[in-house]
Nanobody, 126 residues
Framework: QLELVESGGGLVQPGGSLTLSCEIS???????????IGWFRQVAGGEREGVAC???????TEYADSVKGRFTISRDNVRTVYLQMNNLKPDDTAVYYC?????????????????WGQGTQVTVSS
């Protein structure tokens, strides 16, 4: 099974930028060809919602409407997925999680992901 570890969260002012990283261990890059990797976020009292995802092999992506034009998901060629977040807003404040599954389709449905990291806090405030 895979292990996912997020990093890069922190405090940023509105309009600022952060880049989150999701390092994937427990499998070679070859095995990741079977996976879709997603970024999700959750606020206190809310449900975990999809932000972006990337199909590992093809590199195709999907974004939630709330982040289109501001966030970019990408990957390297080995084991790390990134979420570049620009023009951050207070409503982006949440715990951000990366997740993985073998569906190999673009989906932001949290119920289709079985493997999750522990999350990293992003706070957008002046």
């Amino acid at each position: 099974q895979l292990e996912l570890v997020e990093s890069g969260g922190g405090l940023v002012q509105p309009g600022g930028s952060l880049t989150l990283s999701c390092e994937i261990s427990g499998a070679s890059g070859f095995y990741l060809d079977y996976y879709v990797i997603g970024w999700f976020r959750q606020v206190a009292g809310g449900e975990r919602e999809g932000v972006a995802c990337i199909i590992w092999r093809e590199g195709t992506t999907e974004y939630a409407d709330s982040v289109k034009g501001r966030f970019t998901i990408s990957r390297d060629n080995v084991r790390t997925v990134y979420l570049q977040m620009n023009n951050l807003k207070p409503d982006d404040t949440a715990v951000y999680y990366c997740a993985a599954d073998q569906v190999r389709i673009r989906t932001l449905d949290r119920d289709l992901y079985d493997l999750w990291g522990q999350g990293t806090q992003v706070t957008v405030s002046s």
